[in-house]
């Protein structure tokens, strides 16, 4: 018989438990946590570091674990079911510092796993340091929510993960060492909807097209910069629920986009952008109607715009930017009429007017069309910017589409403008001040425009503004406090390169606080700008070129560590340097070149990686600074201490801490001795000036370490020894060789002439002989003018490297140009012998100089075929023959110097010979222009008479007579002993050899 309950219980128990679930729901529980989960959780803190206190309420003190910061519970059971510890700090919003601040660090103690009926961890935005992702978060059976983005893991992805069967939500993203080898592991987390292993390793990683064909439910994958060079293709896709798609920036081996996301009809967001896909932009996405964002910029689509493109209704965000596009904008774009954001950017293959249509784009807030060749006026292009009553646009980008015309009142209507981009254009007039009305502007950039006249004072009202870029242009005035006086929000400044004066009252306080500062080449001085020292937050200041003449106040040489880039360059500063060595600086770029700086080299900061103090009078020996501090870590990659007084031995302690070096410029000081074997370790130099010192003794073989040497440049010093053999071998990538003014002798090694990249060779004013080796042709950097590694060279060393080189007749320096100049010189040295035709096969030659040896035979009869050359030097040779017609064709010849040769017969006719002074040809046998010459004259006979006595004709037979008998008794008398004695005959030909070539070299400098 079953037991039966009175109904008064069962209404009694029913409004008891009614109650409880109310008073649950309003959140009066009485539920705690549970003890074991309590405990686990203070496990779990013992592990971590926690610098900004945000895990205090942890603590036995507190015995409700559900009330702990971070945790949440289960109601009814008091089970902990998140764990949200997440960094509570914007990365984007805030500051730097907080955020290192609030993060936490450790390892993740196995004590989660008591948490048996967690569903939620979520540990983003902290910093782990590189530890991996335990092997024991893959047993959290019930997880369905794991985020572990931008928390510093490394190492493999645990394949433990897959066991989570219960997971939807997984984001590993933006972990720097993060890899996965493997895919199978997925096929266990089914029920997978959102995954993102952006920035995760997965190169060498198998499987990846069938785990995610076996995640049916996924809505959102985002494979962002993952290095995946390829996806092997799939049949069809199981994962049609799709919204979300990120395969950007992986530059894939495939130059098509895969098929199987033209399938894909629910993708709403489709990201393909820093890929490698080419030709027409695939017709397959016409099918994708539901998308409203599209991104396939930075790719080489080579299309024109499709038509297709009208029928997505829906989409709000457009970037075709980046990409080769073709023909006119499409007047059916004006059919996309919700979209928000519309980028068409640096397409330069289009062209043409802004359609009309565009007028219909109502919603638009952002249009880049910059880098486009749109060749429009200003007034056309505002023109055809919708005009609706609800039109709100934000943001106008134009830079560099050859704008030209003025900035015209007609940009008042754009009232609501965020930012406005009209860089890189020629537009020109003056700033109107219409522009002050732009209240909710907060990027302005007008910079390389031919802007002109004063600064208004209306720009002093635009209180958004955070960014103002006016740079290069040719503004002209004062700038005053009254310009800024409502600019609360500037963190942004550039005027640089215009005719501005800065001047404000001594006392002012600017009302903003800027992180980037340049005024370049604007009025400053004299003094220093005592303002600077309330801008707490500036990381970028550059005042070079400011007209100030005035020590460094010493508050802002204690400030300088908040500075990451520094540059004060090229005014008249004075006084010493102070030791900068403290170790919270972060300066990073440090440019106190063109000043008046004296004393020693100052220590300074390890974490600057360019020093440039060049061309200032700092003196002594630089020991110190090199050497100090042997176990310190030194992060230096170029070092600029040229054009100084420094003195004394160049320290042998480069092996302690400079192995980051780069670029070296120690040139135009007075160093002495040889150089220290350290110097070859090194390994990672490209460029080496120690030009113009006292250096001397041989090239230490440890050199041969530094492969990556593209400029070697120790000219002007007192170096000796043969010529390096090893050079060819260990500097193959060698662009730059200048042994100039030293003491080589010996012949020129043909392992020179693997050196194929070479722009630059100067072996001038050395005691080397012997001939040219014919394997001269193999420097084929010199055959041509597009070569990658004079690119290389101008980028890598621009920002300290200065190359100078002999040309037509002057030294001149090359930097930015650096690529594009090649040269040849070994003039005043003893080479001999024939100058090889295999020279003419340098065709992109510019300037080649062979003065002042000892050459014979005739000019190279093809050098006509070195059509580059500008400059061409062959004086004080002794060359023979007629100056080759084919010398004609070069146009671009301007300096040429035959002269002091036995060249003789016609100057060829051309443009260029006959406009170059007539000394460059004198000390020949050349007759024509320009030399007073005339050809015709030279080259008449002297008659003989017909009716001589015979007196005359006796005379002349005893004259011969003696002539004969003398020259055989001197000839024997000369000649005699040299054929008996080798050792006289070697000593009498080098005395005329060396007397030949120092008279010539005597004449010269004499003229």
């Known amino acids: 018989m079953k037991p039966t309950m009175n109904n008064n219980v069962v209404v009694s128990l029913l409004f008891i438990a009614t109650i409880n679930v109310i008073s649950l729901c309003n959140g009066n529980s009485s539920v705690g946590c549970i003890e074991t989960e309590r405990n686990a959780l203070l496990r779990f803190k013992q592990d971590l570091h926690d610098p900004s206190n945000r895990l205090a309420s942890w603590n036995i003190g507190h015995t409700d674990c559900c009330n702990w910061a971070g945790v949440v519970c289960d109601n009814f059971t008091g089970h902990v079911l998140q764990l949200s510890l997440q960094n509570p700090v914007d990365y984007y919003y805030d500051s730097e510092e907080a955020y290192l601040k609030s993060e936490l660090s450790g390892k993740l103690n196995p004590s989660l796993l008591d948490l048996k009926h967690l569903i939620h961890l979520d540990l983003s935005g902290n910093d782990f340091q590189g530890i991996q992702i335990p092997k024991h978060l893959g047993f959290m059976e019930k997880l369905r929510y794991l985020n572990l983005s931008s928390a510093g893991f490394a190492g493999m992805v645990p394949h433990q993960l897959g066991n989570l069967s219960n997971l939807q939500h997984l984001d590993l993203?933006?972990?720097?060492?993060?890899?996965?080898?493997?895919?199978?592991?997925?096929?266990?987390?089914?029920?997978?909807?959102?995954l993102d292993l952006s920035l995760t390793n997965l190169s060498k990683a198998s499987g990846l097209s069938l785990a995610i064909n076996s995640l049916s439910f996924l809505k959102v994958l985002k494979l962002s910069d993952c290095q995946v060079h390829h996806i092997p293709p799939l049949s069809s896709a199981n994962f049609t629920s799709l919204t979300t798609l990120d395969l950007s920036d992986n530059q894939f081996d495939d130059s098509f986009i895969p098929s199987?996301?033209?399938?894909?009809?629910?993708?709403?967001?489709?990201?393909?952008?820093?890929n490698n896909f080419q030709g027409p932009i695939p017709?397959?996405?016409?099918?994708?109607?539901?998308?409203?964002?599209?991104?396939?910029?930075?790719?080489?689509?080579?299309?024109?715009?499709?038509?297709?493109?009208?029928?997505?209704?829906?989409?709000?965000?457009?970037?075709?930017?980046?990409?080769?596009?073709?023909?006119?904008?499409?007047?059916?774009?004006?059919?996309?009429?919700?979209?928000?954001?519309?980028?068409?950017?640096?397409?330069?293959?289009?062209?043409?007017?802004?359609?009309?249509?565009?007028?219909?784009?109502?919603?638009?807030?952002?249009?880049?069309?910059?880098?486009?060749?749109?060749?429009?006026?200003?007034?056309?292009?505002?023109?055809?910017i919708p005009n609706c009553v609800t039109f709100e646009l934000e943001s106008l980008e134009f830079g560099a589409s050859q704008l030209t015309g003025n900035l015209t009142d007609q940009l008042g209507r754009f009232k609501n403008l965020v930012t406005l981009y009209l860089g890189f254009n020629n537009i020109s007039g003056p700033l109107p001040s219409v522009i002050g009305e732009f209240q909710f502007l907060k990027n302005l950039d007008l910079s390389y425009n031919n802007l002109e006249g004063?600064?208004?004072?209306?720009?002093?009202?635009?209180?958004?503004?955070?960014?103002?870029?006016?740079?290069?242009?040719?503004?002209?005035?004062?700038?005053?406090?009254?310009?800024?006086?409502?600019?609360?929000?500037?963190?942004?400044?550039?005027?640089?390169?215009?005719?501005?004066?800065?001047?404000?009252?001594?006392?002012?306080?600017?009302?903003?606080?800027?992180?980037?500062?340049?005024?370049?080449?604007?009025?400053?001085?004299?003094?220093?700008?005592?303002?600077?020292?309330?801008?707490?937050?500036?990381?970028?200041?550059?005042?070079?070129?400011?007209?100030?003449?005035?020590?460094?106040?010493?508050?802002?040489?204690?400030?300088?560590?908040?500075y990451n880039e520094l540059s004060l360059s090229h005014n008249q500063f004075y006084g010493e340097i102070p030791n900068l060595s403290g170790n919270n600086s972060y300066v990073s770029f440090l440019d106190l070149s063109s000043n008046n700086f004296?004393?020693?080299?100052?220590?300074?900061?390890?974490?600057?990686?360019?020093?440039?103090?060049?061309?200032?009078?700092?003196?002594?020996?630089?020991?110190?600074?090199?050497?100090?501090?042997?176990?310190?870590?030194?992060?230096?990659?170029?070092?600029?201490?040229?054009?100084?007084?420094?003195?004394?031995?160049?320290?042998?302690?480069?092996?302690?801490?400079?192995?980051?070096?780069?670029?070296?410029?120690?040139?135009?000081?007075?160093?002495?001795?040889?150089?220290?074997?350290?110097?070859?370790?090194?390994?990672?130099?490209?460029?080496?000036?120690?030009?113009?010192?006292?250096?001397?003794?041989?090239?230490?073989?440890?050199?041969?370490?530094?492969?990556?040497?593209?400029?070697?440049?120790?000219?002007?010093?007192?170096?000796?020894?043969?010529?390096?053999?090893?050079?060819?071998?260990?500097?193959?990538?060698?662009?730059?060789?200048?042994?100039?003014?030293?003491?080589?002798?010996g012949m020129l090694p043909t392992e020179l002439c693997h050196l194929s990249s070479l722009h630059i060779l100067d072996l001038?004013?050395?005691?080397?002989?012997?001939?040219?080796?014919?394997?001269?042709?193999?420097?084929?950097?010199?055959?041509?003018?597009?070569?990658?590694?004079?690119?290389?060279?101008?980028?890598?060393?621009?920002?300290?490297?200065?190359?100078?080189?002999?040309?037509?007749?002057?030294?001149?320096?090359?930097?930015?140009?650096?690529?594009?100049?090649?040269?040849?010189?070994?003039?005043?040295?003893?080479?001999?012998?024939?100058?090889?035709?295999?020279?003419?096969?340098?065709?992109?030659?510019?300037?080649?100089?062979?003065?002042?040896?000892?050459?014979?035979g005739r000019i190279p009869e093809n050098i006509g075929a070195m059509r580059s050359l500008e400059s061409l030097d062959f004086s004080e040779n002794q060359l023979s023959?007629?100056?080759?017609?084919?010398?004609?064709?070069?146009?671009?010849?301007?300096?040429?110097?035959?002269?002091?040769?036995?060249?003789?017969?016609?100057?060829?006719?051309?443009?260029?010979?006959?406009?170059?002074?007539?000394?460059?040809?004198?000390?020949?046998?050349?007759?024509?222009?320009?030399?007073?010459?005339?050809?015709?004259?030279?080259?008449?006979?002297?008659?003989?008479?017909?009716?001589?006595?015979?007196?005359?004709?006796?005379?002349?037979?005893?004259?011969?007579?003696?002539?004969?008998?003398?020259?055989?008794?001197?000839?024997?008398?000369?000649i005699g002993p040299l054929i008996v004695s080798i050792r006289w005959r070697y000593k009498y030909y080098n005395f005329l050899d060396l007397f030949g070539h120092k008279f010539s070299c005597f004449a010269k400098k004499c003229c």
């Open 764 to 856: 001038a004013y050395n005691n080397l002989s012997g001939t040219i080796p014919r394997c001269i042709n193999n420097f084929t950097a010199m055959k041509r003018l597009n070569n990658s590694a004079g690119n290389a060279i101008s980028y890598s060393l621009g920002i300290v490297e200065d190359v100078s080189i002999m040309m037509k007749g002057v030294m001149v320096e090359y930097n930015q140009i650096l690529n594009l100049v090649r040269s040849i010189d070994i003039s005043m040295n003893y080479f001999s012998g024939h100058i090889p035709m295999e020279v003419t096969n340098l065709e992109a030659l510019q300037s080649l100089n062979l003065s002042n040896n000892l050459f014979t």
């Open 173 to 194: 993203s933006l972990n720097y060492g993060l890899y996965v080898d493997k895919f199978s592991w997925m096929c266990g987390i089914s029920l997978l909807q959102n």
């Open 283 to 384: 017709s397959g996405l016409g099918n994708l109607t539901s998308l409203r964002f599209l991104d396939l910029s930075y790719n080489h689509f080579n299309s024109t715009i499709p038509k297709w493109f009208f029928g997505f209704n829906l989409l709000e965000y457009l970037s075709l930017g980046s990409n080769r596009l073709q023909g006119r904008i499409s007047s059916g774009l004006g059919n996309l009429t919700q979209i928000k954001t519309l980028d068409l950017s640096y397409n330069k293959g289009l062209d043409g007017k802004i359609p009309r249509s565009f007028e219909r784009l109502c919603n638009l807030r952002s249009i880049s069309l910059s880098g486009i060749n749109l060749s429009l006026e200003i007034p056309q292009v505002l023109d055809v």
């Open 881 to 974: 023959g007629e100056i080759p017609q084919g010398i004609s064709s070069l146009t671009f010849l301007s300096h040429l110097n035959f002269s002091n040769n036995d060249l003789n017969g016609k100057i060829p006719l051309s443009t260029q010979l006959q406009s170059m002074n007539a000394s460059s040809f004198i000390g020949n046998n050349l007759c024509g222009s320009p030399l007073p010459i005339n050809c015709s004259e030279q080259n008449v006979l002297v008659p003989i008479g017909e009716n001589r006595d015979e007196d005359g004709n006796e005379l002349d037979y005893l004259l011969h007579m003696s002539i004969a008998l003398g020259f055989v008794v001197g000839f024997w008398c000369v």
């Open 260 to 274: 199987w996301i033209f399938g894909l009809h629910h993708l709403i967001f489709l990201n393909l952008n820093l």
């Open 598 to 745: 004296s004393g020693q080299i100052p220590l300074l900061s390890l974490n600057i990686t360019v020093l440039d103090l060049s061309n200032n009078a700092l003196s002594g020996s630089i020991f110190q600074f090199i050497c100090h501090g042997k176990n310190m870590s030194n992060g230096m990659e170029f070092l600029k201490l040229s054009e100084n007084f420094l003195s004394g031995e160049i320290p042998d302690c480069w092996n302690m801490n400079w192995s980051s070096l780069v670029g070296l410029n120690l040139s135009h000081n007075k160093f002495t001795n040889s150089l220290p074997k350290s110097m070859g370790s090194l390994i990672s130099l490209q460029s080496l000036n120690l030009r113009n010192n006292k250096l001397s003794g041989a090239i230490p073989m440890s050199f041969k370490n530094c492969t990556e040497l593209l400029a070697f440049d120790i000219g002007e010093n007192e170096f000796v020894g043969n010529i390096p053999i090893w050079i060819s071998k260990a500097f193959s990538k060698m662009v730059v060789l200048n042994f100039r003014s030293n003491k080589f002798h």
């Open 454 to 562: 004063f600064v208004p004072l209306s720009l002093g009202q635009l209180s958004s503004l955070e960014s103002l870029d006016l740079s290069s242009n040719k503004l002209i005035g004062t700038l005053s406090q009254f310009h800024f006086v409502n600019l609360t929000k500037l963190i942004m400044f550039d005027a640089s390169e215009n005719s501005l004066i800065l001047k404000f009252s001594p006392n002012w306080v600017p009302p903003f606080q800027l992180q980037y500062l340049q005024l370049r080449s604007c009025h400053l001085g004299p003094k220093f700008p005592l303002w600077l020292r309330s801008q707490k937050y500036l990381y970028h200041l550059d005042i070079s070129n400011a007209g100030i003449i005035d020590t460094i106040p010493y508050w802002f040489w204690k400030s300088i560590s908040q």
